[in-house]
T-cell receptor
Framework: EAAVTQSPRSKVAVTGGKVTLSCHQTNNHDYMYWYRQDTGHGLRLIHYSYVADSTEKGDIPDGYKASRPSQENFSLILELASLSQTAVYFC????????????FGPGTRLLVL | LAKTTQPPSMEAYEGQEVNVSCSHTNIATSEYIYWYRQVPHQGPQFIIQGYKDYVVNEVASLFISADRKLSTLSLPWVSLRDAAVYYCIVTLNAGAKLTFGGGTRLTVRP
């Protein structure tokens, strides 16, 4: 089964600070995704990438940047963290040809104070 | 992309079969149906996918109506570990993006 890891697993950040969330996958998947989940709600897509050095905007990209320096690594960057960005962030990967079959990491719980 | 409608919650006892329905009345011919589940403090986990008719794997079965507007996820012999939120997602196949709705929260009682 696909292995997707995320770091850190939890983080407390201050408003206005910079936050970087990292994701690593070891299955040669072309596609990687970042989602956020607010308590009691489904996941929403922030950014995704289908090839290294290229990222695409998802449904809620405002306030977030993404970086895909290699096939294995995908980062989510909050340049100026805000209270509204408190959430759980999930990374996922897929091989593209598998369509909607995505493999998710364990999540990063971010608290912005 | 098609929107889905699921019951917000369901309850079952251990050992029962559970059927979770999903309506997707605007599904396009190019779209597939995926089911995921999410237990607390974990990421979603893929369960099963289908395009039409009936699909079965080691975890669940999926029945899709002839007009593809309704699908039903069937979980045989649920245990406490099956307590989770179940998401029905309709999306394109290649290079798909997933849109999660509210899902169905399944409570399993001993």
């Amino acid at each position: 089964e696909a292995a997707v890891t995320q770091s850190p697993r939890s983080k407390v950040a201050v408003t206005g600070g910079k936050v970087t969330l990292s994701c690593h996958q070891t299955n040669n998947h072309d596609y990687m995704y970042w989602y956020r989940q607010d308590t009691g709600h489904g996941l929403r897509l922030i950014h995704y990438s289908y090839v290294a050095d290229s990222t695409e905007k998802g449904d809620i990209p405002d306030g977030y940047k993404a970086s895909r320096p290699s096939q294995e690594n995908f980062s989510l960057i909050l340049e100026l963290a805000s209270l509204s960005q408190t959430a759980v962030y999930f990374c996922a990967s897929s091989d593209g040809t598998g369509g909607g079959t995505q493999y998710f990491g364990p999540g990063t719980r971010l608290l912005v104070l | 992309l098609a929107k889905t409608t699921q019951p917000p919650s369901m309850e079952a006892y251990e050992g029962q079969e559970v059927n979770v329905s999903c309506s997707h009345t605007n599904i396009a011919t190019s779209e597939y149906i995926y089911w995921y589940r999410q237990v607390p403090h974990q990421g979603p986990q893929f369960i099963i996918q289908g395009y039409k008719d009936y699909v079965v794997n080691e975890v669940a079965s999926l029945f899709i109506s002839a007009d593809r507007k309704l699908s039903t996820l069937s979980l045989p012999w649920v245990s406490l570990r099956d307590a989770a939120v179940y998401y029905c997602i309709v999306t394109l196949n290649a290079g798909a993006k997933l849109t999660f709705g509210g899902g169905t929260r399944l409570t399993v009682r001993p």
